[in-house]
């Protein structure tokens, strides 16, 4: 079988490269670029905590630990006054400094893209072709054909091509796909610099109107209604601040960002001043500017996001990022979700419904949203005193929560998402399905568990391979291995995980968010709750796992790349036993349920800030990359210069897509996929 083509050797490209040989599937990424990461500083990404352990999975974790930081708390100000201080949970590792738990991740871009690129250098499986820019596309019933410039010119054949080529996706346009949406919803002055601010470690959000920010309204391209300046920090001293901008394409000069910079540091020394007691300011410190520019963030949503064989993932497929909704974080959830399912079809044939669940679940996660980012867009702007209520009955929220909640990964605008409405669902009714705090479709909470070599792991760090089938066994944790392994319920649910027509491991868990004992929990190699069982249910499981991977069509044969990691059913013993009891005196099961079945929302962590989509080039210092980024995403609605190609080949460009394009003007709102999310309390 032909290896996957990859367009684009950006963090998405990357990432969902490394993925791919992880899962022995082959792959060639084709980038018009040298593959040298620019580095800017500036360009940082806050990655949610699921997302960073994903990374961590692939072998970035290193970076992500010397070159990231995880905040110690968000604090939310506003003018002089402190709103909202969130503290990150802490530990103290033997004999380290401590270490925040549940703050996101902040990190340069340049370095995780750096991490993934030396990664997958030492996979065998990948080719990566710099200095190539594809230029046609053309795909039949059995794989897809790339035809490159430059200096690696020639015709590629891939089995299944993934556009991850940035908001100027040529994928895109070549597959005639339309790009509608809002152009420079929000624009950022950035800045990274080292300095020393007031509170150190933590992030913060300061509004504060005719200040920080506000500015005197003067043609600096820096005035405005509503001051807003984030400050997050980096490790090494440095920080990277934002400004939000003014509506408008006002250029942002030098001077002008550098005023700014000095008139932020000389506000938080004065009110670092005044929250100590002290009355008199701070000292403004000194600082070293690093990098700058212009975040310009647009909001934009392909149409479709599978043709036939191709797809597109990352910038190609969306661009978002106001409000702390966070793009790149949302491009790599893209690569997570689209690499174990291509990873199954590459080596045992792709259903139709496995193939296209991959633009059910991302694009109607990121129109989501998208949706929630707009409606609370005007609200947030004009300075109104307004509360809000999201869509769960009795929760107000203030402006500045709802803020907080976007920058830290959490409620609609940056919660990890869920996909209720997945195509690989289980049939609804099935029996012995239990309710758990976790909702089918939705990320599992990252529990501790026990693996089959005995060792205790959390539940995140075994995803990424086949399915997880979770056993919830209080009390086997005071339990040498060797006596619970065989006992109870594990020789049962051993046989049914070798039965499995995916592969699949097996774990334990004390305990599980509103599980009771003897359930059963099925979980995606991403990481999503499938269903929960009540006890063990060879059938039930099998029509799961087989609603995962699409129905029928294709059999689990070799597992070649896949290593099936089930606990053997040898060492299981097979003790025959079905009593639900995991045996032994005051063992498992003796605990009981561990109570309520209610289900809740999302169980995932934390973590957003920033700002994200194509950029602009920064009067100060901006990059060509982000210049070209801005006028790319900025435009119209993606272009089709691949149409009359397309036509003279005489291909259906969307034989297998969707119908013929939106008939909506250019720039017209993203579609409303889902419900209203925010409504006023005067609604
Ligand atoms: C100043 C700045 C600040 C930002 N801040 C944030 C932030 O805080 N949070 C956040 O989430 N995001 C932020 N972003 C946006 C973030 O950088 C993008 O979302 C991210 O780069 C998208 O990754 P990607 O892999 O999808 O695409 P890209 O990074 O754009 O990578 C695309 C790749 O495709 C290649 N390519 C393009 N066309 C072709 C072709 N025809 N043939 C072959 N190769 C091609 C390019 O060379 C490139 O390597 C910021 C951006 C800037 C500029």
């Known amino acids: 079988m032909d290896p996957v083509i990859i367009v684009g050797a950006g963090p998405v490209g990357l990432c969902l490269a490394l993925s791919l040989t992880r899962r022995g599937v082959p792959v060639v990424v084709l980038d018009e670029s040298d593959g040298q990461d620019e580095i800017r500083p500036a360009r940082t990404a806050v990655l949610r905590q699921d997302t960073a352990a994903a990374l961590a999975r692939l072998g970035c974790g290193d970076t992500l630990a010397s070159e990231g930081t995880r905040w110690t708390a968000w604090r939310t100000m506003r003018r002089r006054r402190l709103v909202d201080r969130v503290a990150f949970a802490s530990r103290i590792p033997d004999d380290a400094a401590p270490v925040a738990l549940d703050s996101p991740l902040h990190l340069p871009q340049h370095a995780l893209t750096r991490a993934l690129r030396a990664a997958l250098a030492q996979e065998k499986l990948a080719q990566i072709a710099t200095g190539s820019r594809l230029a046609e596309l053309e795909q039949d019933e059995h794989g897809v054909s790339a035809h490159t410039r430059g200096s690696n010119g020639t015709w590629w054949r891939g089995s299944y091509l993934v556009g991850c080529d940035g908001p100027r996706s040529t994928v895109r346009k070549l ?78 000069t030098p001077d002008a960002l550098v005023a700014r910079v000095r008139e932020s540091l000389a506000g938080w020394a004065a009110d670092a001043g005044e929250e100590s007691g002290r009355g008199a300011a701070l000292p403004v410190p000194p600082y070293a500017l690093l990098d700058t520019g212009v975040h310009t963030v647009h909001h934009r949503l392909a149409k479709t996001w599978r043709r036939g064989r191709a797809f597109l993932a990352g910038d190609a497929a969306h661009l978002l990022g106001a409000l702390g909704t966070q793009g790149l974080d949302e491009g790599l959830r893209d690569a997570g979700n689209l690499a174990w399912k291509l990873g199954l079809a590459w080596h045992h044939g792709g259903s139709e ?46 402006q500045s929560a709802l803020l907080t909640d976007g920058h830290l990964g959490r409620g609609p605008l940056g919660a990890p998402p869920s996909y209720p409405r997945t195509p690989l669902a289980t049939p609804t009714g099935q029996p012995g399905t239990v309710a758990v705090g976790t909702r089918p479709g939705a990320p599992v909470a990252d529990v501790p568990v026990t693996a089959g070599d005995g060792s205790v792991v959390r539940l995140r760090d075994r995803l990424g391979h086949g399915l997880l089938v979770v056993l919830v066994a209080p009390g086997t944790g005071v339990w040498d291995r060797r006596h619970w392994q065989s006992a109870g319920l594990m020789p049962q649910l051993t046989a049914a995980a070798e039965a499995l027509p995916m592969p699949a491991e097996i774990l334990v868990t004390e305990s599980y968010p509103g599980a009771p004992a003897h359930t059963v929990l099925v979980v995606r190699p991403d990481g999503h709750l499938v269903t929960a069982h009540s006890g063990v249910r060879p059938a039930e499981l099998s029509a799961c796992a087989d609603a995962v991977r699409g129905g029928g069509g294709f059999a689990y044969g070799d597992g070649a790349g896949y290593g099936r990691r089930a606990w053997g059913a040898g060492a299981a013993g097979g003790s025959g036993s079905s009593s639900g009891e995991l045996g032994g005196s005051g063992g498992a099961g003796a605990l009981g349920a561990l109570g309520g079945a209610g289900s809740s929302g999302p169980t995932g962590s934390s973590g957003a800030a920033g700002t994200s989509g194509a950029a602009e080039a920064a009067g100060a210092s901006g990059g060509p990359g982000d210049s070209a980024a801005c006028h790319d995403g900025g435009g119209d609605d993606g272009g089709n210069g691949g149409a009359e190609r397309a036509a003279a080949r005489g291909e259906g460009a969307g034989a297998r897509g969707e119908g013929p394009g939106d008939p909506r003007p250019a720039g017209a709102a993203v579609d409303p996929l889902v419900a209203p999310v925010f409504h006023s309390e005067g609604d």
């Open 175 to 252: 597959l005639e796909i339309r790009f509608p949406g809002r152009t420079a919803v929000e624009r950022h002055a950035v800045a990274a610099l080292r300095t020393e601010l007031p509170w150190p470690g933590e992030a913060l959000l300061h509004r504060s109107p005719g200040r920080h920010g506000g500015g005197s309204g003067t043609s600096t391209g820096f005035g405005g209604p509503v001051g807003e300046v984030s400050a997050r920090p980096l490790p090494d001293g440095v920080w990277r601040l934002d400004w939000l901008l003014p509506p408008g394409r006002e250029l942002v």
């Open 353 to 398: 419904t496995l193939l296209d669940s991959y633009q059910a679940e991302r694009r109607d996660a990121v129109a989501a949203r998208l949706r929630a980012t707009d409606q609370a867009l005007p609200l947030l702007r004009d300075g109104r005193a307004v509360r809000w209520r999201t869509v769960l009955p009795g929760v107000a929220r203030g």
